[in-house]
């Protein structure tokens, strides 16, 4: 790069004027490594200009109509969704792609046999050659930003370059993005470096699409040095890199090496009757109704559900011996399609307004719909590829995986505590998945090691998260499959390691498995869901509070007759029988399944774990 092509650094309110000096940001200093490695990515990617990102609602509000300018996103009517936006994107540019998330440690056993391992220096060089000059022609944004409230003890930062206007917007709603973010830096904050470019460089004069991508696409993660580059896709995890790919790959390592727990968990308040509140930690894979959870409106009175993320929680032992818990994250990326005044009222509520769908289709009157908003779909819409939709097209109109990107602070549900920088008490943690059998309708470990066998043989049919064949079973550990950046193996043995540090501790939270996805004999599910599943959460207070019994089953504890709440509920006894029925045979078949994948782990797998397979094995046998 000759001086002349130097890219321009000025402030966020300066974004089309000429520049400031380098190192100047709204009259605040630049961290010099900061400053020097946005120097490094701008040499070699060769954007047109850079614009540091404050994080303030003028900038927003100039970004977003930027993007409508550029046809990428469209406003919907202020009257019925009020300043609010749909994206289209590109039809190759749809969800994660597994298939190109890289995790480039050292050695190859320190990513384990889940990740796609890439030795880091050729990786490097295979980067380097196509993030050379992708940003030319337009603009790279620097997207300082902090996961978790700033000044939590628990927070960590992040500073993301991005030539995508909308993973900047998406970034803003996300993360604490701007100004502060990059003043606790200068106070001397650690940061994760995170590149992202979508790999389409402009010609001069060349007219840009709505949705700029490219065919080649990488996820690439550095466990040993903390970096993050991504090439080529703008949607969701891939693009918006403080989510997936900080909060769960990189900060697995970073839990593991300082001895705390980076979770694909959502986190909720459950206040009994008696006005007793407790929190509740739950992993589920991808789509697997996690906002749904926490969101959740109890269907028997005088409980209630308060929301605290929905997505990641960080958890670590506090000051006080408890295991505490924050949600990194500032906002939902949620999944549309199934979302409605039915089966998620908080989400619908939460949604009125300064929303950014994505993919999701569009009402002749300038307004979204999804598949499942209401019961029958409007008489014409525009899909989410663009195009005039009939009802009866016998194609979707929304995409299986189109999103709501929308700030945390609309839920009406969210809790007064969802920022306490200290974390949430959690008192329970829950492991589930979507299986249409063998899996119980809820099950409590009998302790932490074998709620650690339970997360480490969850298993779930794949849903439209990541590319993929929909309804497919596979083995999804803690729903950590595709966000461990390590060895899995070494996962497992950092959890029972955890344990055995919160023995020591005040008290060890209890761990429950459940499944709302478990069908009958004429495939239809057992199990109402949705505000019924607070039934099950009064179950696991109640054992919390040592006042419900239990039945041994070989899979753990379940509610005993009458343990569970059924008031109301029109539920014959023969469907209560079938949701928590344990077949032996059919869970043999399961228990050799366990068996190759625990196999694939050799020597990393800790002893622990085939101890608790060769228990459950006896219990079957029995
Ligand atoms: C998500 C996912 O977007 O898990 O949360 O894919
Ligand atoms: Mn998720």
Known sequence: MTLLETPRIHSAHEATAASSAPGGYDGRAIPADVAAWVSDIAELAQPAEIHWCDG???????????????GTIEQLNPEL???????????????????????CSQDEADAGPTNNWREPVAMRAELTAVFRGTMRGRTMYVVPFSMG???????????????????????????????????????GADWVPAVH??????????????????????????????????????YGGNAILAKKAFALRIASVQARDEGWLAEHMLLIKVTAPSGKAYHLAAAFPSACGKT??????????????????????????????????????????????????????TAIDTLWGNTIFTNVATTDDGDVWWEGLTPTPPAHLTDWRGRSWTPGSGTRAAHPNSRFTVSARQCPSIASTWEDPEGVVVDAIVFGGRRASNVPLVVEARDWDHGVFMGATIASEQTAAAEGTVGELRRDPFAMLPFCGYNMGDYFAHWLDFGRRLRRSARVPRVFQVNWFRKGADGSFLWPGFGDNA?????????????????????????????????GLDLDDDRVRELFAVDPAALRV???????????????????????????RARLDD
Request: net charge negative; with cysteine; hydrophobic share 40%.
């Open 56 to 70: 303030s609602t003028r900038e927003r509000h100039e970004l977003l109509q930027q993007l409508v300018a550029a």
């Open 81 to 103: 969704r009020p300043y609010s936006f749909v994206a289209r994107s590109h039809e190759g540019d749809v969800a994660r792609l597994e298939s190109r998330t890289f995790i």
């Open 149 to 187: 409230p700033i000044g939590s003890p628990m927070a960590k930062m992040g500073v993301q370059v991005t030539d995508s206007p909308y993973v900047v917007v998406s970034m803003g709603t996300m993360t604490r993005m701007g100004s502060a973010a990059l003043d606790a830096i200068a106070a």
């Open 197 to 234: 470019s979508v790999g389409a460089p402009l010609a001069p004069g060349e007219h840009d699409v709505a949705w700029p991508c490219n065919d080649a696409k990488y996820v690439a993660h550095f466990p040993e040095t903390r970096e993050i580059w991504s090439f080529g896709s703008a």
């Open 292 to 345: 749904n959870l926490a969101m959740l409106t109890p269907s028997i009175p005088g409980w209630s559900v308060e929301t605290i993320g929905d997505d990641i929680a960080w958890l670590r032992i506090g000051a006080d011996g408890r295991l505490r818990a924050i949600n990194p994250e500032a906002g939902f990326f949620g999944v549309a399609p199934g979302t409605s005044a039915t089966t998620n009222p």
């Open 535 to 567: 039934r099950v959460l009064q179950w696991m207070v109640e054992r919390l509070e040592g006042t419900a019994s239990a039945d041994e089953s070989p899979l753990g504890c379940v509610p005993a007759a009458d343990g569970l709440n059924l008031d």
């Open 590 to 616: 399961e228990v050799d399944d366990i068996e190759r994948f625990f196999a694939t782990f050799g020597e990393r797998l800790p002893a622990e774990l085939p101890r608790q397979f060769e228990l459950l």
